[in-house]
Nanobody, 124 residues
Framework: QVLLVESGGKLVQTGGSLRLSCAGS????????MGWFRQAPGKEREFVAL????????IYSDSVKGRFAISRDNDNNVVGLQMNSLKAEDTAVYYC?????????????????WGQGTQVTVSS
């Protein structure tokens, strides 16, 4: 069993930056592929970014590519999401997800463990 807890979400102005963190407990995250997803009001949950087990591969959605960066610190059991040049359309609840299946996945169904989410609001 893996418990994931996100933190760092808050109200920020357009063009600003924010860093989200996902802390894992129960098992070492070094064995899991990790992803960030988000869900805006009235919309389905969507893929944002993922990082491979060893951190060597990262993939981003087109909407955040070049602005967001996912990272992992396996020694401290933490996964981060650095968000820059934030836009109003980035407003959503951001979720951290983990799965120990081999390979990579942008699909919600590709992740077994989920955090409770952290709210990011971008306001002009």
């Amino acid at each position: 069993q893996v418990l994931l807890v996100e933190s760092g979400g808050k109200l920020v102005q357009t063009g600003g930056s924010l860093r989200l963190s996902c802390a894992g407990s129960g098992r070492a995250l070094r064995y899991f592929r990790m992803g960030w997803f988000r869900q805006a009001p009235g919309k389905e949950r969507e893929f944002v970014a993922l990082i491979s087990v060893n951190g060597g591969t990262t993939i981003y959605s087109d909407s955040v590519k070049g602005r967001f960066a996912i990272s992992r610190d396996n020694d401290n059991n933490v996964v981060g999401l650095q968000m820059n040049s934030l836009k109003a359309e980035d407003t959503a609840v951001y979720y951290c997800a983990a799965d120990e299946t081999y390979g990579l996945s942008r699909n919600i169904k590709g992740y077994h463990y989920w955090g409770q989410g952290t709210q990011v609001t971008v306001s002009s």
